[in-house]
T-cell receptor
Framework: EAGVAQSPRYKIIEKRQSVAFWCNPISGHATLYWYQQILGQGPKLLIQFQNNGVVDDSQLPKDRFSAERLKGVDSTLKIQPAKLEDSAVYLC?????????????FGQGTRLTVV | AQSVTQLGSHVSVSEGALVLLRCNYSSSVPPYLFWYVQYPNQGLQLLLK??????LVKGINGFEAEFKKSETSFHLTKPSAHMSDAAEYFCAVSGTGNQFYFGTGTSLTVIP
């Protein structure tokens, strides 16, 4: 079974530029998450999708971050314009069921450096 | 609301020694608890999880954790550390709607 795929693995941009990350979840997984992991910290949930609907985006900085999940499969996370403090690893995860007992499977992440 | 606290951001053990990584949780509902491991430049991999039933949970790579409701703890242990266990370990609690709340992580160093 293929895992969660993310691209690119690494990205370096200048502040005020825009960037987009792509995620392909495990086939059949209805729930998709985007997490931000700043160096030395645990992952922080940015947004959670159930199929193509948003379940929780309360911690997404909506003035600069946006995410979509068209057709309930792949997802894209965008930052525009980027700030220095957005430097982090962006992790995508998916799970098969919205039940709280179901674990999430993580991709390798995209490491973003804003200079 | 759900949250976890991991005591000790860095833990060092000798190869062959006991590994003990601490996690305490706060939850207003019966918790579902998870331990994930993260190797450098990798995503998070599930080690084990507690949902219901037996409070001693066994996971991959020889790790296990015990859910203690009275102590609100879910500490991770391994009897004998191996060099390959060096990584970052995250405790997480799952809340309503299957949202995961992660601790700040514990970096495990194994000394040869």
């Amino acid at each position: 079974e293929a895992g969660v795929a993310q691209s690119p693995r690494y990205k370096i941009i200048e502040k005020r530029q825009s960037v987009a990350f792509w995620c392909n979840p495990i086939s059949g997984h209805a729930t998709l998450y985007w997490y931000q992991q700043i160096l030395g910290q645990g992952p922080k949930l940015l947004i959670q999708f159930q199929n193509n609907g948003v379940v929780d985006d309360s911690q997404l900085p909506k003035d600069r971050f946006s995410a979509e999940r068209l057709k309930g499969v792949d997802s894209t996370l965008k930052i525009q314009p980027a700030k220095l403090e957005d430097s982090a690893v962006y992790l995508c995860a998916s799970s098969s069921h919205p039940a709280s007992s179901t674990e999430a499977f993580f991709g390798q992440g995209t490491r973003l450096t804003v200079v | 609301a759900q949250s976890v606290t991991q005591l000790g951001s860095h833990v060092s053990v000798s190869e062959g020694a006991l590994v003990l990584l601490r996690c305490n949780y706060s939850s207003s509902v019966p918790p579902y608890l998870f331990w994930y491991v993260q190797y450098p430049n990798q995503g998070l991999q599930l080690l084990l999880k507690y949902t219901t039933g037996a409070t001693l949970v066994k996971g991959i790579n020889g790790f296990e954790a015990e859910f203690k409701k009275s102590e609100t703890s879910f500490h991770l242990t391994k009897p004998s550390a191996h060099m390959s266990d060096a990584a970052e370990y995250f405790c997480a609690v799952s809340g309503t709607g299957n949202q995961f709340y992660f601790g700040t992580g514990t970096s495990l160093t194994v000394i040869p």
